[in-house]
């Protein structure tokens, strides 16, 4: 078992860079695989980033390829999204999670954050 914290959402205008960070306040995160998803209001949750428990393997929804880009410090226990050339589209709250394999469906993740909410402005 995990416990994840995400960091580093706020406002930046189209165009710009966030970097947002899941930390592991209890357990180890370099044990999982870990997503980042995003759900933005009235929308469904969907995957937007994911990287397996050693970095070896990645995957990007089609929406962010070529702008965001995951990476992982096992020592720091801490998984990273580097979210560049940000749309309007992509305001959302991020959450990080882990599971035990690495895929893309939001019901394959046991161990959440709580979110961290990063708005694009026009």
């Known amino acids: 078992q995990v416990q994840l914290v995400e960091s580093g959402g706020g406002f930046v205008q189209a165009g710009g860079s966030l970097r947002l960070s899941c930390a592991a306040s209890?357990?180890?995160?370099?044990?999982?695989?870990v997503g980042w998803f995003r759900q933005a209001p009235g929308k469904e949750r969907e995957f937007v980033a994911g990287?397996?428990?050693?970095?070896?393997?990645?995957a990007y929804a089609d929406s962010v390829k070529g702008r965001f880009f995951i990476s992982r410090d096992n020592a720091q226990q801490t998984v990273a999204l580097q979210m560049n050339s940000l749309r309007p589209w992509d305001t959302a709250v991020y959450y990080c999670?882990?599971?035990?394999?690495?895929?893309?469906?939001?019901?394959?993740?046991?161990?959440w954050g709580q979110g961290t909410q990063v708005t694009v402005s026009s």
């Open positions: 999670a882990a599971a035990t394999g690495l895929t893309t469906r939001v019901n394959d993740y046991p161990y």
């Open positions: 209890g357990g180890t995160l370099s044990s999982y695989p």
């Open positions: 990287i397996s428990w050693n970095g070896g393997r990645t």
